[in-house]
């Protein structure tokens, strides 16, 4: 039986096709170059005592969603998370060091959860934004526990605040925008082109 995966027909859609693996390793290689870039205007955010950082955290989440949203496959989110946390260890993350790659695993399985458990729910866009707030759910408990545990930090005291900010921040970036960019991606005249090239 024939099933519409990514850009192009294969014979099960269980397997990620050759088009997949590259458009997944695309999407982690540009989600590690804008993180890093992103990342300069946290000394902005550092001033005040309420992270409002958190509120653009959707954007290491946006690359995972957007792998699910082109290739259609369960599980993509995880492998573009885990490409690039490996990426953002290896070039740019002096942070959280080999725990990077955890934190970046932890949203992609999260992510992964949200689109598998709503996958029946009639309204895509709210499925969408689910996703996106379940991808980020976590990502301040586990950023918070690295940082105390590893670099011997104090627990910050406003976590529930960071992940209301975080899980808007999910439902926003990842869920609505990501939503609305993996739909334009998949018009016709892009796939066309896509797969003509």
């Not at 689910?130 to 408990?141: D, H, T």
């Amino acid at each position: 039986m024939q099933k519409e995966t990514g850009f192009e027909q294969v014979a099960s859609h269980r397997h990620f096709a050759t088009l997949d693996l590259v458009v997944i390793a695309l999407l982690a290689a540009l989600g590690n170059i804008i993180s890093s870039l992103l990342d300069m205007l946290k000394p902005f955010f550092k001033a005040s005592p309420i992270p409002f950082f958190q509120l653009l955290g959707g954007y290491h989440l946006i690359w995972m969603a957007l792998g699910f949203g082109i290739t259609r496959k369960h599980g993509a989110p995880t492998f573009v998370a885990t490409i690039k946390g490996v990426l953002e260890f290896m070039f740019w993350d002096p942070f959280f060091g080999p725990w990077v790659i955890a934190l970046n695993l932890v949203e992609g399985l999260m992510l992964d959860a949200g689109f598998y458990a709503f996958r029946r729910l009639r309204s895509e866009r709210a499925r969408w934004i689910i996703a996106g707030s379940l991808g980020n759910l976590l990502q301040p408990l586990v950023s918070y526990t690295i940082v105390t545990y590893y670099l011997g930090r104090a627990f910050p005291e406003y976590l529930l605040v960071a992940t209301l900010f975080a899980v808007v921040s999910g439902a926003v970036i990842a869920g609505v925008l990501g939503y609305q960019l993996q739909k334009t991606v998949r018009r016709p005249d892009v796939q066309a082109f896509v797969s003509s090239g």
